[in-house]
């Protein structure tokens, strides 16, 4: 067994800030319930309009329901308010740095981002012709200034190794992960006549990033993580958890080729294959994982469950009729399960592999 870890100090997060993490986390859980929803119903572009702001519902006379607009801008609003928890998150974590040229530094490349962001979404709705030129503005290259500048302020932390570096890091790549996020989901409505609708798989595939991060930062932020509890991990886990996560992430990919490009072949192939590998590497941390045992047999359930979804979801699509037939209710649960059991073995999978690398971490 290993004891191995190289903290400078401990570091305790106040509980108002842990609370915070937590309500970042599960904000997210609900922005990709809809994000699901949008996709199952394929009403991604159900409005044409980008960018929109967040009160764009109270804007707009209706003269008669329509449900998937209200799932479309459901999700824009939720993506929005998890964007303004994930921007204080940040803000909070590098307020907390030792060092002061780093505070401001970060507090004004978080705030570069964010204006140049705004400034660019405004820039790109004024502009009288949708082109990939009308992206290349001065918010959107501010932005990338400002994400090149907190990018190295993570690096010089992380070489310090000063005292909650890792939580600080992960808080700057959840935030930059997010915006790329919300920017993939807002460019795949934008340019649809120019590109079509590959942007949306890079869409989901940064929600589970973003959402896998979140949950990782909830438990790096907990009294029982900052308190050198759990330090006793087998390094020879490391690797194999690590590896799963990636392994689980890109089987996603897959996964999402299958969601959004009907029945390809590669993906219909690679998805089902992967799983079995996730399975099998699952089951074997499990076997000899010592501590980490209970973790991974709960892991290995999820994805059996996940399993279980996925035969019925392509049983229930691969009939070539049902693809041009309205979705059903039993459809959408059964498809949204699946997907959300995936968000749940990527987050599960991070924080497994965290939990072995703790001691390289704290």
């Not at 082109?131 to 501010?142: K, Q, T, V, Y």
């Not at 649809?192 to 896998?212: D, I, M, R, T």
């Amino acid at each position: 067994m290993n004891r191995e870890f190289t903290p400078t100090t401990a570091i305790t997060y106040p509980p108002l800030l842990r609370a915070w993490a937590a309500l970042t986390c599960g904000v997210t859980f609900p922005l990709v319930v809809l994000g699901s929803l949008v996709t199952t119903y394929r009403v991604g572009m159900a409005d044409p309009l980008w960018p929109t702001a967040p009160w764009h519902l109270l804007l707009i006379e209706w003269v008669e329901p329509k449900p998937g607009f209200l799932v479309e801008h459901a999700h824009r609003i939720l993506g929005y308010a998890a964007g303004t928890l994930i921007l204080v998150q940040t803000l909070w974590f590098w307020l907390g740095v030792p060092s002061r040229i780093k505070r401001v530094g970060a507090v004004m490349a978080i705030a570069l981002i964010a204006s140049g962001v705004g400034m660019g979404m405004r820039l790109v709705k004024l502009a009288e012709v949708r082109s990939f030129a009308a992206l290349g503005n001065a918010g959107f290259i501010s932005a990338l200034v400002g994400a090149v500048a907190l990018l190295f302020l993570v690096w010089t932390d992380l070489t310090q190794r000063n005292a909650g570096r890792w939580q600080r890091a992960f808080a700057a790549f959840v935030y930059l992960g997010v915006i790329a996020q919300g920017m993939f989901g807002g460019l795949r409505v934008y340019l649809n006549e120019l590109s079509g609708p590959q942007l949306a798989l890079v869409h989901g595939v940064f929600a589970q990033v973003v959402f896998g991060l979140t949950a990782l930062l909830a438990l790096m932020t907990s009294a029982r993580w900052t308190s050198f509890e759990d330090l006793e991990t087998s390094a020879a886990l490391r690797r194999p958890t690590a590896a799963m996560a990636g392994l689980v992430l890109l089987q996603i990919v897959f996964g999402g080729l299958l969601r959004h490009f009907d029945h390809l072949p590669v993906a219909l192939r690679l998805h089902p294959l992967l799983a079995f590998g996730v399975l099998a590497l699952a089951a074997w941390i499990a076997a000899v994982g010592g501590s980490l045992r209970r973790k991974a047999v709960a892991l290995v359930i999820l994805v059996l469950c996940q399993a279980a979804f996925g035969i019925e979801t392509w049983l229930r699509t691969s009939d070539a009729l049902s693809r041009y037939q309205g979705v059903t209710t039993p459809d959408v649960l059964v498809r949204t399960t699946h997907v959300l059991l995936g968000f749940g073995i990527f987050a599960s999978a991070v924080l497994l592999a965290a939990r072995a690398w703790k001691p390289k971490l704290i």
